[in-house]
Nanobody, 125 residues
């Protein structure tokens, strides 16, 4: 059974940092593009970051503005999202997603075929 499990969310003050992790299991994701999305209450799911299978190529949502870094460790089947300079507008549930079988690291949520359950990130002012 394929599973994605996020961790690392929590409460942080504005200006602080968090590192999210996404552990994949059930099969190897080393050949698959991975992504992070977020969803705030009352808002649509929003693209945050995506990474190619090798980790050499990445893409970020417009709101990131150099504050986030996506990375991956294929040996551990894990993807990370380092988030710095957080502000209250970053408060949301953050989801990890996988494009199993595809190496194209896209920003469109519907093109990802596996999702984690999400981890809450709350940034206080």
């Amino acid at each position: 059974q394929v599973r994605l499990v996020e961790s690392g969310g929590g409460l942080v003050q504005a200006g602080g940092s968090l590192r999210l992790s996404c552990a994949a299991s059930g099969r190897s994701f080393s050949g698959s593009a991975m992504g992070w999305f977020r969803q705030a209450p009352g808002k649509e799911r929003e693209f945050a970051a995506a990474i190619a299978p090798t980790g050499e190529n990445t893409n970020y949502g417009d709101f990131v503005k150099g504050r986030f870094t996506i990375s991956r460790d294929n040996a551990k089947n894990t993807v990370y999202l380092q988030m710095n300079s957080l502000n209250p507008e970053d408060t949301a549930v953050y989801f990890c997603a996988a494009r199993l079988g595809s190496s194209i690291y896209v920003s469109t949520a519907m093109l990802y075929n596996y999702w984690g359950q999400g981890t809450q990130v709350t940034v206080s002012s």
